[in-house]
C-alpha cells in the first residue's frame, strides 16, 4: 500500500488564497457556523480550482510538501487574525469574546472537507452531500413579509402616545394604483387633524412595509408630539427581495404620496400649512430619496428636510441640500456594493464608527460585506442595520 501524496502545490497555494477571503476582517461579528461554512467553502473552491490548474503542471513530492507547510502556515496564522478581529468587534459592541468552542465550529466544517479530500471517490460524494445538507440546515432563512393588516397596525400602535398621529396606507383592497392610494391615504389623514400639526413625516416603508418604531417615537419626541406621520405601503415581501427586484415601487409610491399631500398642503393658507419631512431606511431611503429629487424639480421649497437612513450603497443622492444621512460604520447596508470587487466603499460623511473598521481587500471586501448582510438586524440600534430614535431627533426645525 503505498504512502499517501501530498496535494499538488497548486492545491495548497489555491485553498490558501480561498481561505484568506474567507478569513478577511468584515465589519460586524459572525458567529463560529458562519465563518466556518465560509471557510470551508472558499478554501475548498480554490483548492478545487487549484486541482484543475495543477491537472496539466506536474509538481515534485518535495515542492507538495513545501507549499502544504507553508499554506499550513500562513492559515493558520490568517485564522488567529480573524479571531483577533472577532474579539475586536466584540470588545467595542460590549459582548463575550470568541470562546474554544466558537474555534471548534468554525474550524469543524474545514476538517471536514479535508478529510473528504483525503478519502476515496465514494465516500468524497458521500460527505460532500452530508455537508452540503448541514450547510443548507444551518444558514439563516430570510424572514418572511408580514401581512398587511400586521404592518398597519404595528405603524399605528408602536410606541405610540395619546398625541400620536399616524395613517398607514396599506396594500388592502383592489385599488393598486399608487395616485389614487396616495390621494385617499392623504384625505384620511386630512380628515384625522393632520393640518392642524405643526410638522408632518412622510415615512417611506422598507419592502415588507416595515416603518421604524424607533424613528417614529424620535420624531415625535422632536416635536413634542406637534407632528403626524404618514405612509403608503408599495409592496409586501421582504426588503431584500423587493430591492433586488425593482427598487421603482419605492421610488413611484413615495413620489405619489409626497405629490398629493404636496397639493393638499399647498391649498391651505401659508401660515397654517404644516413643515413637509420626508423619511426612509434602507430601501425606504431609496424612495425617500426620488420623493425628496422631485420635489426640487416640480415644487421647489416644498419638503422642509430629508432623512435618509441606512440607505443601500449608490442609490440615493447623499449630498443633496436639506437632507440628513445617518448611517453606521458597521452597517453593511451602505456599503454592499459590486464594486467592493475592485475598490474601496465610498461611505456617506456623516457615517458613525460605532465599531472597528475593517480594512478594505480586493474580492475579499465584497466577501465579507455579502456575508454580514446576513446578521445585519441582529444587533442594538446603532450597530449593523439597526438604528434608534436619532432617526428622528436630528432633524432641524423649520419655518411654518
Known sequence: MSAPRWPHSLVSTGALMGAAVALAPGSLPRTGLIAGLLLAAFGGLGALLGAIAGHWRPCGNRSRRIAAAVAGTLGLAFFTAMVLWQNDLRGALGTRPVDAVWI???????????????????????VAVVAAALALTAMPSPAGANPAEAVATTFVSAD???????????????DKDFDNRAAATVHRWQIAGGMERGAVVVAVPTGSGWVDGDALRGFESRFGGDVSVIALQYSDIPSWQAFLGSPEPARASAVALVSALVRTVGAAPESSRPSIYVYGQSLGAVGADAARSWAERRAPDSICHTVLVGAPADSAALAAARTTVVANGSDPVVRWSPRLLWQPPV???????????????????????????????SYPAGHGHQYGTEQGLTVPSCPR
Do not use: H, K, M, N
Request: aromatic share 6%; hydrophobic share 50%.
Open 347 to 377: 461611505l456617506p460623511p456623516a457615517t458613525s464608527s460605532d465599531l472597528p473598521t475593517p480594512p478594505w481587500f480586493p474580492v475579499a471586501g465584497f466577501v465579507q460585506a455579502s456575508v454580514d448582510l446576513i446578521g445585519a438586524l
Open 160 to 174: 405610540a402616545q395619546p398625541s400620536s398621529l399616524r395613517i398607514y396606507g396599506s396594500l388592502e383592497g383592489s
Open 104 to 126: 471548534v465550529t468554525a474550524l469543524a466544517p474545514s476538517v471536514v472537507v479535508a478529510a473528504a479530500c483525503a478519502l476515496g471517490r465514494r465516500s468524497r460524494a458521500v
